[in-house]
């Protein structure tokens, strides 16, 4: 990510890649401040674009964002900052802010394997929103560039690197190595924080995974969390796509969720009130 990016092109990075962003927007100023209504910036969890005015304003700002995203909260706040009586800015004067958090891609997949069935999987998944951390040893079976929704993660080691990567995700396994395979299963299943995991393979591949995981001392209730064969049975064909398309419409099937509507939406009419009516007054949002 550029971190040179004004706020509507930021807007636009996040948007494609999927990331968890706040926008911030000056909404009402009094007296001397630094930025006048209507100045904007973009905060994500790691970095921010263009400027509300810098200082310990927009430190506030930043911090305030982030414990938004971090706790997943994507309702709108406003926020009222009196610049010189808790902030300790020399301009004096007050600001209220508009931080509207948006939630950006909450389904994540890590791709183990960079072969046909895999490739197809990543052009499903580069038009839907997910994001993609995609493993492989090899250099040369990425593409030159990926999806924006999409990061090669190039390595040596998948299996050491696997649990940190994997923790809270969804995994699919598509290696060319049935060796890899099973490591990866055995140490997913040791580590236990995967939201699923899926394996290609067909139902001999899946009987002699069972036994060997049975022999490594998992129960029966652990092994079946592992999907294999992976994919929908009702998608038939063998091709990588028709294969991918299986896959990925299990995938949607698994994480399908009707969001509930929340009793208010947007922000409080008492907040727009009182900004609208006392522009000046009003404590900082801690």
């Known amino acids: 990510m550029d971190t040179r990016m004004n706020w509507y092109q930021a807007v636009a990075d996040c948007e494609q890649r999927g990331e968890p962003y706040v926008l911030v927007t000056v909404l009402g100023v009094t007296g001397s401040v630094p930025r006048e209504p209507a100045s904007k910036m973009v905060v994500t969890g790691d970095h921010s674009f263009d400027t509300i005015g810098g200082g310990h304003l927009e430190y506030r700002v930043c911090q305030q964002a982030r414990e938004r995203l971090a706790r997943r909260d994507y309702t709108p706040e406003l926020a009222h900052f009196p610049l010189g009586a808790s902030l300790g800015q020399c301009c004096g004067g007050r600001v209220s802010v508009l931080l509207e958090a948006h939630p950006g891609c909450q389904q994540q997949l890590v791709l183990f394997g960079a072969g046909h069935v895999a490739k197809a999987v990543v052009q499903i998944l580069a038009g839907l929103p997910w994001r993609v951390t995609w493993v492989d040893s090899r250099a040369a079976q990425f593409p030159k560039e990926a999806p924006t929704n999409v990061h090669p993660h190039l390595t040596d080691d998948p299996v050491g690197d696997a649990p940190d990567l994997c923790d809270g995700r969804h995994v699919l396994i598509l290696t060319h190595n049935h060796a890899l395979d099973f490591e990866l299963c055995r140490t997913l299943l040791i580590r236990g924080t995967c939201n699923s995991i899926g394996l290609i393979g067909s139902g001999t591949k899946a009987r002699r995974f069972r036994q060997r995981l049975a022999h490594r001392g998992f129960d029966a209730d652990a092994i079946g969390t592992i999907r294999c064969p992976v994919g929908l049975p009702q998608v038939p064909g063998k091709r990588p ?11 949607l099937a698994m994480t399908h969720q009707v969001p509930a509507t ?3 939406r947007g922000v409080a009419w008492k ?4 900004l609208i009516e006392h522009p000046s ?3 900082a949002t801690p």
Do not use: F, K, N, W
């Open 271 to 274: 907040d727009l009130r009182q």
């Open 262 to 264: 929340p009793p208010r």
């Open 281 to 283: 007054e009003g404590d």
């Open 241 to 251: 796509m028709e294969v991918a398309v299986s896959i990925c419409a299990e995938l």
